[in-house]
């Protein structure tokens, strides 16, 4: 089956600081990797995605690099500010055979704070 | 609205009752999920629409959890003889239905927070 496993938190940081948050993963197939964000009080928002080995996502800063030989997709920001304060989930997809379904697989969530 | 909506925000019932939960997708979506985001947990999928079609429940958890699109937009999520362990925020999100390159952006909703007492 798939699953995601992500850096357990809560991760706190101070203003401008390197921010790193692990994810491995497993697939059945060959999986699309993504970010998601979820601020308080606001619903999930995709942050980046990559598609196959190699690529880069990135936005607003954050950078993650999609690894097939360690099946990592690591998320990257190289000076946090306080408004990236939120729950990140890096989550996979593997397209159904034949078909069109793109369900979802999270990791637990890490619950990012980072402080002035 | 240009986004997904989902109602009620809240609904607190007690156990043994039943349950529905609406989600409105984007106009034009063709594909829906509905994925159930336990306290400390990421989303789990639990049904996938396309179009009108159920064309995967395999996550649903049991018989009590029944969905429905009857003209492919709007979805209702149904619980029945709720429980206590239902108490989640259940997700709505949509996409276009049109990947590329193996990727197709689900939008979702604010969600649903169902607490069974």
């Known amino acids: 089956g798939n699953s995601v496993t992500q850096m357990e938190g809560p991760v706190t940081l101070s203003e401008e600081a390197f921010l790193t948050i692990n994810c491995t993963y497993t697939?059945?197939?060959?999986?699309?990797l993504f970010w998601y964000v979820q601020y308080p009080g606001e619903g999930l928002q995709l942050l980046l995605k990559a598609t196959k080995a190699d690529d880069k996502g990135s936005n607003k800063g954050f950078e993650a690099t999609y690894r097939k030989e360690t099946t990592s997709f690591h998320l990257e920001k190289g000076s946090v500010q306080v408004s990236d304060s939120a729950v990140y989930f890096c989550a996979l997809s593997v397209r159904s055979s034949g078909g069109s379904n793109y369900k979802l697989t999270f990791g637990k969530g890490t619950l990012l704070t980072v402080n002035p | 609205g240009a986004g997904v909506s989902q109602t009620p925000s809240n609904k607190v019932t007690e156990k043994g009752k039943y349950v529905e939960l609406r989600c409105d997708p984007i106009s034009g979506h063709t594909a829906l999920y509905w994925y159930r985001q336990s306290l400390g947990q990421g989303p789990e999928f639990l049904i996938y629409f396309q179009g009108t079609g159920a064309a995967d429940d395999s996550g649903l958890p049991n018989d009590r959890f029944f969905a429905v699109r009857p003209e492919g937009s709007v979805s209702t999520l149904k619980i029945q003889r709720t429980e206590r362990g239902d108490s989640a925020v259940y997700l709505c999100?949509?996409?276009?239905?049109?990947?590329?390159?193996?990727?197709?952006?689900?939008?979702f909703g604010p969600g649903t927070r169902l607490t069974v007492l």
């Open positions: 697939a059945t197939g060959y999986p699309s």
């Open positions: 999100a949509s996409s276009s239905g049109k990947g590329l390159a193996g990727v197709n952006e689900q939008f």
